[in-house]
Structures are given as C-alpha cells and as structure tokens.
C-alpha cells in the first residue's frame, strides 16, 4: 500500500476516517496526470470536530514536562532518517519536485524539528520588580491553545511541519489544513509521523477540504486563538481580515518579489550561479525566489551572456529523473498563467531572451529583457520559471527599483565590498536579505518573514515562542496593600 493510498483520509482526534462531505479532491501528479488518491472532503462539522478534539487533548498536553514533550520530536526525527526514500518519492509524485528540490526540503524537515526539541525548553518566564512593597510580578510563557494551520502547496511537507512542530512543542494543539493540491505530502504525511512517534491523539488533527465546502469556519471557529498562514497576498489579506474581526492572532507569510542585485564589482560566474539557482529551484514556485535580477550596466553584457548561456542547460522533464532541473509545475492552470505573464510582457515590447515553451504543466525557461518599469512581469509575483533582467545604473537606482513593488520578502546583493553590501542592504525594504548568496535560504533560529504585502509576524527561533504562546501576569503580595477606601 503506498503512501497515497494509507494517508487519503482526514485525521481527527486520532482516527483516520473519510470525510462526509458530497465531492472529492482529486490528487493528481502533476507531471504525469496519474491519479494518486481521493478524498473526501471534510465539512464544517468535521471543522468543529477537530478542533473540538484538539482543546480536549490541549490541557493535559500543556501541562506535560517539557523534557517529556521533546521526546516525540526525537523519535519523529528518526522516522523521517528511516522513510526518507519513501518520503522523497511522495514528494516527488504529488509536489512535482526534483531530487536537489526532495533533498533541500527533507534538510530543512529535519532542522526545523531539531530546532522544536530545543524550542520545547524555551517558554521561559521572567519577574519584574514592582514599586509596590512587599509585591512580586511573574510573567508567564504560557500555550495559547489551539493553533490553526493553513500550508502551502510549494514545500507541503516542510511548511506545515515548520509551523506544526513548534506549535506542538510549545504545549499547544494543531489543526492543519494542508493545500488542495498537496493534501498528503502537506497533511497526511505530516500526521502520520508524528503519530508513529507518539504523539497523544487529538493533538494534531488534519482536515482536507476546501473553502468552496467550509467557507470560512476552519479561521472563525471559537477554538483557535492563532492562525498560521502561508500562501498567496490574496488569500493572506482575506484570513488576516477575518482573524482580526474574531480577535485571533495571525502568522503571514506571503507572496513576494524578491530582486537578486549585482553590482559593479561582483564576481559575474558566481553570481551567475547565485541567480540561476535563486530563480528556478522549483521551477520558480518559492515565494523567496528572484522573479528580477538587477545588474549594474557596467556589467550588463558579461553577466547577461553567462546567464542565458546557463539557462540555456537547465534540463526540463521527469522529476523522478536525477537529472532534471526543472519538473512540473503544479497544474495547468499555474502553466499558462506563467505563460500569459510571458506573452503579454514581449506584447508590451519586452524581449525574451530565452523563450520557454509549454507543454501541459512544463514549462521551460524564460529570460525577459527589455522591460517596461510598469511591466506585469516586474509588478507581481511570477510563481514560475520566468525572470526579468533589469539594467541600471549605480547603487540609488538599483536600490530605488528594488523597491519598487508592494512586496518585501527576500534578497540578495553580489558585491567585492562586503561592508558596501550591508549598506545597500540596509536600505532595502524587505524582511531577510543575503550578501554575496541566493535569495531562497532558511535556518531554523532566524527569523523569518517579509515586510509590506510580504506578511505579518516572523516565523523559527524565538519569534515561534512569541508567536504560539501567550505572556500571562501573575502578581503576588506578599505583605499587605493599603486601599483609598
């Protein structure tokens, strides 16, 4: 029995069972069309169902010693050692991604769990000195319960365990919504490891359904008092204004457009490199990818024959192949989506320097030169892979374009002057920037996030405690008060 067929089921308070709702969600490998499962949908009732069963199982949970809570991070940490085959092969049939792509997420799978054992010991309290005599003031790192979490389809696996594992190990409650598209890579999968490593059931609840069939309940449910989101500007704008009418918390990470600048000095071949990785791990589906690369015209000429050259060598096809770079994307419909974006900027006298052709859901490489400063291909989020080269003319210009869009996630600049770097980076409005590297880069104790359209709140190291745990005052007299009256 594979993974498809075990896991396409939904998991409340420990039990796996089939929706009850009337339509399925069809999981399909998106390079070949195969079929890999079918599941039925979970309804409102089935909402409430899982988050009923996770504040059930929440307290006893909360109150465990942390040194006991860290264990199941341990054991899941040797499942996914011992299912790593299997789990790559899920990754690969249903995500589309490649093995460079299989092997960066399992990494960081692993990271972000070694950093929730560690987390586990975290919520640390303080006391604060008070002018009223004989008063102590504790604050306490306290659980906030029940945490929503909405996961993406691009890095299923990953971005549901990076919220997930610390939201458990801080003594909270799960219910996780997995994305349509990767429902056991992003759901399945994710519950049945942490139940083989003993996770008490109720914990973590895992509800494949769709907005179409539940509207909004799984974010306006009494039960969640933080909602953990990753996805599109669109629908994290939408959660964010339902959440705040409900007085929930939110966790944003969003889209972004992120620019990968070279300056005069930068060393060309390896920034070549830098680029082409930063654009197309993925086929471009990263939200921290380089949609534009800004080059200094001092270098324009050397540094856009190098890239197109390699461009020109990125393997398209089979992502079960080793030797593919670039598989498929996620659906059709994100296919000719790229491919308006392609054609509408050369329609609007852009020049394709590389002009990848689409065949179903793969899509080839595309260069784009020659842009209009309000080009489409410039202004939004390109989930695909298609990058603008974009010329200017020292450093204002090149900060002054960088920061011409709505969105602030991720960035890199190349440089010889490491201390140039930081200056130009530091007037930058974006969340994370790199120096001499790529855009697309995560560790588990740096805080991750973007400003503007990017998202809200930070992700990993101690911003996973100030998000998924509440500070309570508890204050002591020890002596006796005096009241007015």
């Not at 067929?5 to 009337?22: K, T, V």
């Not at 009923?52 to 942390?66: F, K, L, V, Y």
């Not at 997420?105 to 010991?121: D, G, M, P, W």
Request: aromatic residues 8%.
């Amino acid at each position: 029995m594979s993974y498809f067929d075990e896991l396409a089921y939904q998991y409340i308070g420990g039990e796996w069972r089939a929706g009850s709702g009337s339509w399925d969600i069809v999981d399909f490998n998106p390079y070949d069309g195969e079929k890999l499962a079918s599941i039925t949908v979970a309804t409102v009732d089935e909402i409430d169902q899982a988050y009923r069963a996770a504040e059930r199982a929440q307290g006893e949970w909360g109150a465990t010693n942390p040194y006991t809570r860290r264990l199941v991070f341990e054991r899941a940490l040797r499942i996914i050692d011992d299912r790593e085959r299997e789990l790559g092969a899920a990754i690969i049939a249903e995500v589309g991604g490649t093995h460079a792509k299989v092997a960066f997420e399992l990494h960081l799978v692993r990271e972000f769990l070694r950093e929730a054992i560690q987390l586990s010991l975290r919520a640390e309290g303080r006391i604060l000195p008070s002018p009223v005599d004989g008063k102590e003031n504790r604050l306490y790192r306290l659980p906030v319960g029940v945490v929503g979490v909405i996961s993406p389809f691009n890095f299923p696996f990953l971005l549901s365990v990076k919220s997930v594992a610390p939201a458990l190990a801080l003594g909270n409650a799960v219910v996780l919504k997995p994305h349509q598209n990767t429902p056991v890579c992003g759901g399945g999968l994710v519950a049945k490891v942490f139940e083989e490593a003993g996770l008490p059931a109720g914990l973590l609840n895992v509800v494949v359904t769709d907005i179409a069939e539940i509207g909004d309940a799984l974010i306006e449910h009494p039960v969640p008092k933080v909602i953990s989101f990753t996805g599109s500007e669109k629908v994290g704008r939408h959660v964010a204004t339902v959440a705040a009418s409900h007085f929930k918390r939110t966790v944003l990470e969003l889209g972004g457009n992120s620019a990968l600048v070279v300056l005069d000095d930068a060393d060309i071949d390896y920034a070549v490199d830098a680029a082409v990785f930063s654009r197309f791990v993925h086929q471009g589906q990263v939200c921290m990818a380089a949609n534009r690369v800004l080059v200094d015209r001092a270098v324009e000429q050397e540094f856009t024959e190098k890239f197109v050259a390699k461009v020109k060598t990125l393997k398209v096809g089979d992502p079960s192949d080793p030797a593919t770079h670039i598989g498929p994307l996620i659906n059709e419909g994100q296919a000719e989506a790229v491919a308006a974006v392609v054609d509408r900027a050369v329609a609007e006298g852009g020049t394709a320097l590389v002009h990848g052709t689409v065949r179903g859901t793969l899509v080839a490489p595309t260069v784009l030169a020659g842009l209009a400063e309000d080009s489409v291909a410039l202004s939004q989020e390109m989930f695909g892979p298609v990058v603008a080269l974009v010329p200017f003319d020292g450093d204002d210009e090149a900060v002054r374009i960088t920061n011409a869009t709505p969105y602030g996630l991720s960035g890199a600049v190349h440089t010889a002057d490491i201390e140039r770097g930081v200056r130009f980076a530091k007037r930058i409005e974006t969340g994370m920037i790199h120096i001499n590297d790529g855009t697309v880069h995560d560790e588990p104790i740096v805080p991750f996030g973007g400003e503007k359209a990017s998202g809200l709140g930070r992700l990993n190291g101690d911003a996973m405690v100030e998000a998924f745990t509440t500070t309570k005052w508890i204050s002591i007299q020890h002596g006796r008060s005096r009241f007015p009256f």
